[in-house]
């Protein structure tokens, strides 16, 4: 009777280890997701008629800013 508590008790414990290694698994997994997430960007292209900024956030967005060049009439 004792043998089948004990066989109880290891099978248990194993079971519960896993579970708790499997639950810290998951967290670190996902506190470390964002780690290769896309940054916001921003770079300042220099054409030779004109300059331009183009910036991209972490979503994904972005928006490019024609600013012309100095000679321009606007």
Do not use: P
């Amino acid at each position: 009777m004792k043998d089948i508590y004990h066989k109880y008790n290891i099978f248990s414990l194993t079971v519960m280890f896993l579970l708790m290694i499997n639950v810290a698994l998951g967290v670190f997994i996902y506190m470390n997701r964002g780690c290769n997430r896309h940054q916001d960007m921003v770079a300042f292209l220099n054409i030779g008629q004109g300059d331009a900024t183009y910036i991209e956030n972490a979503s994904g967005q972005s928006i490019l800013i024609d600013t012309g060049n100095k000679d321009s009439d606007v």
